[in-house]
């Protein structure tokens, strides 16, 4: 079945380092690719997607590039603030079937130090 | 226009007693989606619901657990005679008629169920 896999956490990192936070992916399908992010006490936000190969997902800063030939959605920012402080999840749909169901990874949790 | 709402936020429930939570999606929304997140694990996806019809249950236990979406008012998560390990938070999510991407699902904040 899908599954997506995230690297281990948690990640601390000082105001305005370059972040990467890395996502692989199986999929039997032609899967959407996403990461979601989750602020204390708030639900889960989308923050960016891809669709297809090759496409770049870009909002708030970060972005993700959708690579088909690695399986891999990974996060970057080239300068963090402290508000990136959060909980980031990768996922993916599987639009092959009549659900588009999110499968998700565990989620890491990203501190930002002043 | 007011997100999706879940009520309670925290739930303590006793082991066998049942467990009820809600979600109300955005207004126009008539797909919810509900995931369950253990501790240290990430989001897992229980059933999706149409109003009136359970669409896919696929991860849904076989016992105990129930959902609803009825013609009028929330969707309804029901646990009966929760166990320790029903302890986690539920997440629903919901998305408009006819999406047929998984980017429109607009999650809620979440409840919390601790069972005691």
């Known amino acids: 079945g899908d599954s997506v896999t995230q690297m281990e956490g948690p990640v601390t990192l000082s105001e305005e380092a370059f972040l990467t936070i890395n996502c692989t992916y199986t999929?039997?399908?032609?899967?959407?690719l996403f990461w979601y992010v989750q602020y204390p006490g708030e639900g889960l936000q989308l923050l960016l997607k891809a669709t297809k190969a090759d496409d770049k997902g870009s909002n708030k800063g970060f972005e993700a590039t959708y690579r088909k030939e690695t399986t891999s959605f990974h996060l970057e920012k080239g300068s963090v603030q402290v508000s990136d402080s959060a909980v980031y999840f990768c996922?993916?749909?599987?639009?092959?079937?009549?659900?588009?169901?999110?499968?998700f990874g565990k989620g890491i949790t990203l501190s930002v130090r002043p | 226009n007011a997100g999706v709402m879940q009520n309670p936020r925290h739930l303590v429930r006793r082991r066998g007693q049942e467990a009820r939570l809600r979600c109300s999606p955005m207004k126009g929304h008539s797909h919810v989606y509900w995931y369950r997140q253990l501790p240290e694990e990430g989001l897992k996806f229980m059933v999706y619901?149409?109003?009136?019809?359970?669409?896919?249950e696929s991860g849904m236990p076989k016992e105990r657990f129930s959902a609803e979406f009825p013609k009028e008012g929330p969707s309804i998560l029901r646990i009966q005679q929760v166990v320790r390990g029903d302890s986690a938070a539920y997440f629903c999510a919901s998305s408009p008629p006819g999406a047929g991407l998984a980017s429109e699902q607009y999650f809620g904040p979440g409840t919390r169920l601790t069972v005691t």
């Open positions: 996922a993916l749909s599987d639009l092959t079937g009549a659900n588009s169901k999110l499968t």
């Open positions: 619901l149409q109003k009136e019809n359970i669409i896919d």
């Open positions: 999929a039997t399908g032609y899967p959407s």
